[in-house]
Every structure is written in C-alpha cells, then in structure tokens.
C-alpha cells in the first residue's frame, strides 16, 4: 500500500499500490509523437541559430536568396546586396567575408533540418512496421532528435 496526499481536499489515503493501469499509445499516437517530437527539434534548432522575433526566419532566408543571386552574377563588388551589406557592416567585415558567414549558416541549418527530416522519417517507418513495442522503439527516435540540440 502507498499513500497519496491530495491537496484540494487535504485528506491521505491509501492506493493499492499493484492498482496501476499503464497508459498504452496507439500506433498512429506514438508516429504523431515523433511527428510532433521532430517538429518541436527544429524549432528550437532555429531558434537557437536565428534570433528570436516575428520575421527572422524569412530575413535570414531572404539574405541567403540574395548572396545565390550574387554568386550567380559574380559577386560584382559594385551591385552587392542590401543584405549582405547589413550583415558586413554590422560585423564590420568585408562584404565577401559577410556573404561566407550567410552561406554558413545557411549550410548548417540545412544540415539540421535534413537531420530532423531523417530521424523522422526513418522513426515513422520504423514504427508502421512494428506489431507492437512502439512506445520503447520510439525512444531511440527521440534520443537522436535531442542529441541534435544538446
């Protein structure tokens, strides 16, 4: 027997302890689970790299579409990009030294992002093709996508 203190009434009582009904998540739960768990990955991936605020994500996107653009035209030092210039100047360095930290930080969270896209895929395969277990197998899933933001 174990006891349990319940605050809103202020009253002990006694549970048998041997009384305890496990919850069980469906197949389809535990695939959203790891739908969700991938999701909320990413999410704090970008957050970590891209300050916080509303249109960040879409700055720092259109910042990368800018330095493609002029790649592609040669990186012409007399056309460069508003962008790029903000990031140089904010950093005070070169303009092409601004351009390469945006490639970089676009390679990496490319790089995350097809890690999440990875681990969850191959977790929600892995989980369809299980009779039963889905809980336990699912572990592994959410360790690797945790470990992305450790």
Do not use: C
Not at 25 to 32: H, N
Not at 48 to 74: N, T
Not at 85 to 94: D, K, L
């Amino acid at each position: 027997m174990r006891k349990e203190y319940n605050l809103s009434t202020g009253k002990t009582t006694e549970l048998d302890s041997a009384v305890v009904t496990p919850i069980v998540l469906t197949k389809q739960q535990v695939i959203d689970a790891i739908n969700v768990h991938a999701g909320n990955t990413q999410l704090r991936i970008e957050t970590d790299l891209i300050s916080p605020g509303y249109g960040r994500k879409d700055q720092y996107a259109q910042s990368s579409v800018q330095v493609v653009a002029w790649r592609a035209a040669g990186s012409p030092a007399d056309a460069v990009p508003a962008l790029i210039v903000s990031w140089a100047e904010a950093r005070s360095i070169t303009n092409e030294a601004g351009a390469v930290e945006i490639e970089g930080q676009k390679a990496y969270m490319e790089s995350k992002v097809e890690a999440v896209f990875d681990i969850r895929v191959k977790g929600t395969e892995a989980i369809k093709a299980l009779s039963s277990g889905y809980e336990a197998a699912a572990q592994t899933y959410y360790d690797q996508l945790d470990a992305l933001t450790a």
